[in-house]
């Protein structure tokens, strides 16, 4: 047994995937949208995990459309008990403030 520790990394990975309509239904995923990403855009999914800071063992994950902003997923990717989390500006803001309310 793995005992999570009280601090969560998270972060997101852009998944990408032909944008192309040449397939049999001449369309594309409707699960998949496109996002910018500094200059350049990008057509696929994301993936969101959450990541226990001491071990560096996954705890949780979730994949979403690649337009989805980070901060949506981030409730998942907690297990509850976290005294601190890391993640770049938009998860680190997020949970500042969702702590700040409690």
């Not at 047994?1 to 995923?29: C, F, L, Q, W, Y």
């Not at 337009?67 to 803001?93: I, M």
Request: proline share 4%; net charge positive; glycine share 8%.
């Amino acid at each position: 047994m793995v005992k999570v520790g009280k601090g969560t990394i998270v972060d997101a990975t852009i998944i990408g995937a032909p944008s192309s309509t040449k397939n049999a239904d001449k369309a594309r995923d409707p699960e998949m949208h496109q996002t910018k990403k500094g200059q350049q855009w990008y057509f696929g999914m994301k993936l969101h995990i959450g990541v226990d800071s001491k071990t560096g063992l996954t705890h949780s994950a979730v994949v979403t459309a690649a337009n989805v902003h980070d901060k949506h997923p981030l409730p998942d990717l907690l297990h509850g008990d976290e005294q601190r989390v890391y993640g770049d500006s938009a998860c680190t803001a997020t949970a500042r403030i969702r702590a700040s309310a409690s």
